[in-house]
């Protein structure tokens, strides 16, 4: 049965924002054209923008569900306006062959408020168990969180050279981590300097030899790794990387790999992003437990930002500081082309993901508020601007800033 919705309001469209009406059937926008009175329509009020697309969350699911799950996590996205999220494979039992593929798309099925796809893992000797169904490929060259760093030719590999899916590789070499690696660590001075730019720097001259196509190197933390090459690869930028850096007292909230860097280093970044350089914005959001970040010296790395990635983008927007053009270029637009998703164009084909935003609602981040399981964020007392309605294909899952209890997130397949 087909499901159609009128909705009319003020849509960012070819880079302005007109008084439009679109029309949506089965979750996709049919027909687009001036607003005019006496259609019926669901009228949709500030400014709407094309839903977001995160395509790097670690939702922890299965396996680690104490720090988060499917249900919290893509709770927390469709709040700050991100209506499709693609989950990272280094669950506690990494995803690297067909059955646990299968065995975790099963366990997410009905319980996601956003649209989601999910990743496998490739280690270089796995590509003949790799499910069909992935959305993308990740590739960890250096060791993390329920990883370690893949043994791979990278320059010769016939199955990433064919592979026509996004890859998405995280850029730091094991064997130059092995080799800088501090005996203790008490400082994100020191975690930065065990975990050096260098191993970026390396990682990107290897990828930016491979032959595949469709490439992106994840969460640079340091510009100048990547602005001098020719890249074949697409750019991927965290928030923490352009906001936070290694002088602020965070402690263990601010552990992560890539980990940020000095402040110099931090202003690089950020004007990079500001000035259209950076292809894509995406969150890297990855929680733990108040046990897991005890001390920077034990403490396992990652930061929460699934929720808080858009809206404080949404302030430098307001602030006037970043222009809206590169946010939704960066966050809705091209995530979703290299994920091979329509998605991120308010345009006749594509989804109807929608989110409405009163640019005058600026406020303090409070991490109380927020709605991860474990919701400590290095953010917190920073300016942003959350969503007041979101919608994802059509349907309503945000409404003047309260949740609209339907699960209506779908599995994106990708064959």
């Given amino acids: 049965m087909t499901e159609t919705a009128v909705f009319s309001g003020k849509f960012y469209m070819d880079g302005n924002f007109e008084d439009l009406t679109i029309e949506v059937e089965d979750g996709i926008?049919?027909?687009?054209?001036?607003?005019?009175?006496?259609?019926?329509?669901?009228?949709?009020?500030?400014?709407?923008?094309?839903?977001?697309?995160?395509?790097?969350?670690?939702?922890?699911?299965?396996?680690?569900?104490?720090?988060?799950?499917?249900?919290?996590?893509?709770?927390?996205?469709?709040f700050g306006g991100t209506t499709t999220v693609f989950d990272m494979p280094n669950n506690a039992i990494p995803i690297t062959d067909y059955n646990r593929f299968d065995s975790k798309k099963a366990s997410i099925k009905g319980r996601s408020y956003a649209d989601y796809g999910l990743y496998s893992m490739y280690t270089g000797k796995n590509a003949n168990i790799i499910s069909e169904e992935s959305a993308a490929l990740k590739i960890y060259m250096g060791g993390s969180t329920n990883s370690k760093g893949a043994e791979i030719n990278y320059e010769n590999d016939s199955f990433l050279e064919n592979f026509k899916k996004m890859i998405v590789f995280h850029g730091e070499m094991q064997e130059c981590l092995n080799m800088g690696a501090l005996p203790e660590i008490h400082t994100l001075q020191e975690h930065s300097l065990s975990r050096g730019i260098e191993c970026e720097r390396e990682s990107a001259q290897i990828i930016g030899k491979m032959k595949s196509g469709n490439m992106v190197m994840?969460?640079?933390?340091?510009?100048?790794?990547?602005?001098?090459?020719?890249?074949?690869?697409?750019?991927?930028?965290?928030?923490?990387?352009?906001?936070?850096?290694?002088?602020?007292?965070?402690?263990?909230?601010?552990?992560?790999?890539?980990p940020i860097r000095d402040r110099s280093i931090m202003e690089l970044n950020r004007q990079a992003f500001l000035d259209g350089k950076v292809d894509i914005l995406s969150s890297d959001h990855a929680p733990h437990t108040e046990y897991d970040k005890e001390s920077i010296e034990y403490g396992k790395a990652g930061i929460i930002g699934v929720e808080t990635r858009i809206p404080l983008m949404l302030a430098l927007v307001y602030k006037k500081i970043l222009s809206l053009e590169t946010l939704v270029r960066t966050g809705a637009v091209n995530p979703a082309e290299r994920a091979g998703i329509k998605k991120g164009i308010i345009q006749k084909g594509y989804a109807a993901d929608f989110c409405a935003v009163k640019f005058s609602d600026m406020k303090r981040?409070?991490?109380?508020?927020?709605?991860?399981?474990?919701?400590?964020?290095?953010?917190h007392g920073f300016d942003a601007i959350f969503p007041q309605d979101v919608f994802v294909g059509g349907e309503q899952v945000i409404s003047q800033g309260d949740l609209v209890e339907a699960r209506t997130g779908k599995y994106l397949a990708f064959k």
Avoid: C
């Fill in 29 to 78: 926008i049919t027909n687009i054209y001036k607003f005019r009175k006496g259609i019926p329509s669901k009228r949709v009020e500030h400014a709407i923008l094309p839903g977001f697309t995160d395509i790097h969350v670690h939702f922890r699911d299965p396996g680690e569900t104490e720090k988060e799950d499917f249900v919290s996590g893509s709770m927390s996205s469709v």
């Fill in 218 to 258: 994840a969460h640079v933390s340091d510009w100048d790794n990547v602005h001098n090459l020719e890249n074949r690869f697409a750019t991927e930028m965290t928030p923490h990387h352009m906001l936070l850096h290694t002088e602020m007292n965070l402690g263990a909230w601010g552990k992560v790999n890539p």
């Fill in 365 to 379: 981040i409070n991490q109380e508020r927020l709605h991860s399981k474990n919701p400590f964020s290095p953010f």
